[in-house]
């Protein structure tokens, strides 16, 4: 399988960089990082990917890097490599030349891995385990690498830059958003094509958010097990090269498919951040397949057992760990973001386990090479990193330590809201604290309150609509025995496990569901929803849905025909609209209670239901689940990015978690007559009744609500 009896294309020596398959018009050339290879091949292989037409030597090295230059290769053209070198596992080396291995810099992948036990190094079943050598070929059954070009035309696309203090985070999945929306083509649904389309684009514009969070679209694999049970990996977290679109995500197959995707979304306002998973690779522990990293150079881009190479350390709980305190693969990295960022136009990241991204061999470290690299790094200072701040290491849990510029996932704000809403005792001091953006946990060094993602429930566990109408998760699907997923879900069934059909239970799930969307979206940080919790979707009890791609996953559009006027898909609009329009929602700065309106009414302040400032007796009182925050957009003086005044109205957030009725007197405030009634989550679509209620009288708050209110203000005060 040398060469197909055509002329051997002249390789010339090329260039060290830059690395990866780069084509400049007249050819390609191609450079591969490894510093214990002894040789390399580079493989061609003709459009189908099945038949190798050439085997061509790398001619030089330079830098530890392997590279050469290939005259009127175009793009288009599909390759792979076969490294040789050692194969010593207990030194950490395990080249094997019979496995055909992507390139960690391609830009686009052609065909799908088809499981054998010839994609394994070693001889899979024998007794010496990954100690044998396997000798058969993988070709044939391996994706190939393809070399593109990277020319778009991007006409007036500009970026939206949202300000933080302004972001609503959407997370949402490129396949399964679109795959049973009846305004997407068949051909492009499940696809980056079909969230391109007007109608997909209208309903998250009609939102309010201002940002799509996708799921990993890094080509990725599916996990052997799982594609033996007829699963796949749904989410994506198993990627197999950081430059490359999944491919099953490109209805034309071709990358400019995505750039088309963000410009249209950059059109209407809304920003594109990705899900990016830099801890790990889809190449499994010791016993796991031979795909790329593992047969390039084991020993450089994978973190091993000091005492016994022959082992990965494993803080990320599958199997491997990338090794970001090598240069090169810190490298790779940082030019697969600055990749993204630069030719791609996205506008952010959140970075999955990204304690591992942190980790030097001592541990998390704020200094860490990968989190200085970010800091100073002018193609990313521009745009938003999110932390994922945990892993499964020792020292994982991180939350609120990360570096200024970096926003994290706050589970901290997740389970206490979840918790309060369940009506669970001694809630209300830690609620005040998560509800006024976290600064016990983000405010130091000049961090602001959007550095805290908060949310309420995520990919990773219930959807809202579960979150209401089970008790207990449901996996079973999963083929694990239910043991996967976390069980402390902090969730209420509210009176039957899952689908009911009385009318009561119906209710006070559907008042739920909004009392929790309102805590949400009001307040400070910055908020992310779950796509479809706008529209009830459902995973039937299933909180670790990974390996699920079916319609357990896929949002089901067919229950919505009139979505636009869907009653929780409405009241997150006006949630959003809320948001939008009352800066004091959504304040740059934390809120103390010291800074004063002329009147002396504090910016923040925290009221019982008698209408007076909460007591600390009051705080320590482990029954109360009632409250009322105070809001005052006169004091302090703020200005957004642009010089714009962002003077506000007082509001008053009523939240209450009784069951009974709780009458709660609305405070007499310098300078206001009464108060108005902006929202109320008692009603199905949350508008308030406007009428005005004078300061000092008591509204009944029967059973959990929510309710906003707007002070009437005497003309003369402000």
Request: hydrophobic share 35%.
């Amino acid at each position: 399988m040398r060469s197909t009896g055509a002329a051997r294309p002249a390789v010339r020596p090329g260039r060290p960089y830059p690395l990866g398959a780069s084509w400049d018009g007249h050819g390609v050339n191609f450079a591969l990082f490894s510093a214990h290879a002894e040789r390399v091949e580079l493989c061609l292989f003709d459009a189908t990917g099945m038949r190798e037409t050439d085997r061509i030597t790398l001619p030089d090295y330079t830098d530890e890097v392997w590279h050469g230059y290939l005259p009127d290769v175009q793009p288009g053209q599909l390759y792979g490599y076969r490294v040789y070198g050692p194969y010593e596992p207990s030194a950490g080396h395990r080249f094997n030349p019979n496995k055909l291995l992507l390139d960690p810099y391609a830009k686009a992948l052609f065909g799908t891995i088809k499981w054998s036990d010839a994609h394994y190094g070693y001889r899979v079943g024998t007794a010496r385990e990954d100690l044998s050598f396997d000798r058969r070929d993988n070709a044939r059954s391996m994706p190939k690498c393809r070399v593109v070009d990277n020319a778009f035309t991007w006409g007036q696309e500009r970026r939206p830059n949202v300000p933080w203090s302004d972001t609503i985070i959407y997370e949402a999945h490129a396949r399964g958003f679109t795959m049973r929306h009846p305004g997407v083509p068949p051909q492009a649904r499940g696809t980056f094509a079909g969230l391109s389309m007007p109608t997909v684009i209208a309903h998250l514009k009609a939102l309010g958010i201002t940002a799509v969070e996708l799921l990993p679209v890094h080509a990725f694999t599916d996990d052997r097990h799982l594609v033996g049970q007829g699963l796949h990996n749904y989410w994506g977290y198993n990627s197999i090269g950081f430059f490359a679109p999944e491919p099953r995500y490109l209805a034309t197959g071709v990358v400019s498919e995505f750039k088309t995707m963000v410009a249209r979304l950059h059109d209407a306002g809304i920003e594109v951040i990705l899900d990016v998973v830099y801890n790990h690779t889809g190449e499994g522990n010791h016993l796991g397949p031979t795909l790329s990293f593992k047969g390039i150079d084991n020993a450089s881009y994978y973190r091993l057992l000091p005492e016994d190479r022959r082992y990965y350390i494993n803080d990320t709980g599958t199997g491997n760990t990338l090794n970001l305190s090598h240069p090169r693969v810190l490298q790779m990295v940082m030019d697969s973001l600055r990749y993204w960022v630069s030719e791609m136009h996205v506008d952010g990241f959140r970075f999955d386990l990204a304690t591992i991204l942190g980790r030097e061999p001592h541990g998390f470290d704020q200094g860490s090479g990968f989190l200085d690299a970010v800091r100073q790094d002018p193609v990313l200072a521009g745009v938003k990193l999110i932390s994922e701040p945990w892993d499964v290491g020792p020292g994982g849990y991180q939350v609120g330590n990360f570096p200024p510029g970096w926003s994290e996932w706050n589970d901290r704000y997740r389970d206490t809201v979840r918790r309060f809403w369940r009506g669970d005792d001694g809630m209300l001091p830690e609620l005040a604290g998560r509800v006024a953006g976290s600064s016990d946990l983000f405010d130091k060094r000049g961090r602001r309150p959007w550095a805290s993602i908060n949310f309420v429930t995520a990919h990773d566990g219930f959807t809202l609509a579960d979150l209401v109408s089970y008790n207990n998760k449901h996996n079973l699907a999963n083929g694990e025995d239910n043991r996967d997923g976390h069980s402390a879900n902090y969730s209420n069934n509210h009176g039957a496990e899952g689908p009911t059909d009385d009318p009561a239970i119906r209710t006070v799930r559907g008042r739920q569901r909004r009392n929790l969307l309102a805590t949400l979206l009001l307040s400070q940080g910055t908020p992310m929803l779950l796509a479809g919790d706008e529209l009830g979707q459902t995973q039937h009890g299933n909180n670790n849905a990974y390996c699920q791609d079916n319609e357990l996953t896929w949002l089901d559009w067919s229950r919505f025909e009139k979505e636009e006027t869907h009653p929780m898909a409405t009241f997150v609009r006006r949630l959003t609209a809320m948001r939008a329009i009352h800066p004091v929602l959504r304040r740059p700065v934390f809120l103390h209670g010291r800074v004063t309106c002329p009147a002396g009414l504090k910016d923040i302040a925290w009221y019982a239901p008698d209408g007076r400032e909460k007591t600390a007796e009051q705080w320590r009182t482990p029954h109360a689940r009632t409250v009322g925050l105070l809001l005052n957009g006169h004091a302090g003086d703020y200005q957004a990015p642009d010089g714009r005044p962002l003077d506000d109205s007082v509001l008053l957030i009523v939240l209450n978690a009784h069951h009974g009725v709780v009458p709660f007197t609305l405070p007499a405030v310098p300078g206001g007559r009464g108060w108005r009634c902006l929202l109320d989550t008692r009603v199905e679509d949350g508008e308030g009744d406007g009428r005005m209620v004078l300061s000092g009288k008591a509204v009944d708050v029967d059973g959990p609500a929510v309710l906003v209110f707007q002070l009437v203000e005497a003309p003369e005060t402000r």
